[in-house]
């Protein structure tokens, strides 16, 4: 029997590492009947990147285009397909939709920030029988949302674990400069590390009272880009999202964040007592708004734009 893991991105990679590894029990592995399961990934190859050992994990790796998944559904058809994880069907095409519907098994994987909004982004609730399974990152499970209720949650575990450790998206401990290699000069400030993402435009107007130097993130996805690159700055390099997280960890200025996956990343890893401004922008999901306002009441060191 066939099982197909969908990942559009570096966070849904994560969860379908962690659930192939065994962190939780392989429901198709329990099943009387059961034979060997082979293992497929279809991945979004330009929003991810794939390390070593996930060709390990999944020998046999396919990039979503057309054929490929109409040859997907034709296995569905067939009953060859017993388990599709994927985290949403925002978008999906008819072929993917024909497999979910096919398939005996369904199982979702977390898509970031979703969990903690009234009314997620991505994710339909509504699409889905109550009691399927949702597997969740949880790093912050009282804020999660209301809807998550209507899923059966598989746990994965904080997504960004406490220094030191390795990073959340990486399977071996990153090689994270000593402080002496990434603290600035004695009379130097440590400046602010901007991480451009959903409202820290609004902090453009007043930028000029951002600590200096300055280290822009940039948006991995140029056409989301809010904040303006420095002149003759490099391209954003395509691992740019695998680093944040050293990036964050190491960094001992203001650091700037708006709605972003990177927001978690900050409250988890930063250097203990390092500034964080979160500048949300007006339209994000109240329930979200609620959980970083009762985050940032915990951290003196935290203050909302």
């Not at 820290?200 to 000029?208: F, G």
Request: net charge positive; proline share 15%; with cysteine.
């Amino acid at each position: 029997m066939i099982r197909l893991t969908f990942v559009f991105n570096a966070i849904h990679l994560e969860a379908a590492r962690r659930l192939r590894r065994g962190i939780l029990p392989d429901p198709l592995a329990q099943l009387r009947w059961a034979t060997p399961v082979l293992q497929v990934l279809v991945l979004e190859s330009s929003r991810l990147r794939l390390e070593p050992h996930d060709r390990q994990l999944w020998p046999l790796r396919l990039r979503i285009q057309p054929v490929v998944m109409a040859a997907l559904a034709l296995l569905a058809s067939l009953r060859l397909v017993e388990e599709v994880r994927l985290p949403h069907l925002r978008g999906a095409g008819r072929a993917l939709r024909w497999l979910v519907r096919r398939s005996p098994r369904l199982l979702l994987l977390d898509d970031g920030l979703d969990q903690y909004r009234a009314q997620p982004r991505a994710l339909d609730p509504g699409r889905f029988p109550p009691g399927t399974p949702l597997a969740l990152f949880s790093d912050q499970r009282d804020g999660r949302a209301p809807w998550c209720g209507r899923f059966q949650l598989l746990e994965l575990g904080p997504l960004y674990q406490a220094a030191p450790r390795p990073g959340p998206l990486s399977a071996a401990p990153p090689a994270v400069p000593p402080p002496e290699a990434v603290a600035p000069p004695a009379a130097e400030a440590p400046g602010t590390l901007i991480v451009d993402s959903p409202g820290v435009e609004r902090l453009l107007p007043t930028a000029h009272q951002l600590p200096r130097p300055w280290q822009l993130v940039p948006h991995p996805v140029p056409s989301k880009r809010s904040w303006p690159l420095p002149p003759q700055a490099p391209p954003a390099a395509a691992d740019v999202p695998m680093m944040l997280e050293q990036r964050i960890a190491g960094f001992p200025g203001l650091i700037v964040v708006g709605e972003s996956m990177a927001l978690l990343a900050a409250l988890a890893l930063r250097p203990a007592g390092s500034p964080l401004l979160v500048a949300l922008p007006a339209s994000s999901d109240p329930h979200l708004r609620a959980l970083v306002l009762r985050l940032a009441s915990r951290d003196p060191a935290v203050n909302l734009a």
